[in-house]
């Protein structure tokens, strides 16, 4: 039980390094704007827009 609770402790905190550095650099737009062209084009193959 233990062993989770750190691994997902180290997760979070990889993350939130992650969050922070990118902040800095000014990348995390266009990282979110990304993921969301990625997210869009996986949704297009699902769905029409109108």
Known sequence: MKQLIVMIATILLGIAIAVVVLGFSGTAE????GVNTKI???????????
């Open 30 to 33: 266009n990282l979110s704007s």
């Open 40 to 50: 869009m084009s996986t949704f297009d193959g699902y769905y029409t827009h109108d």
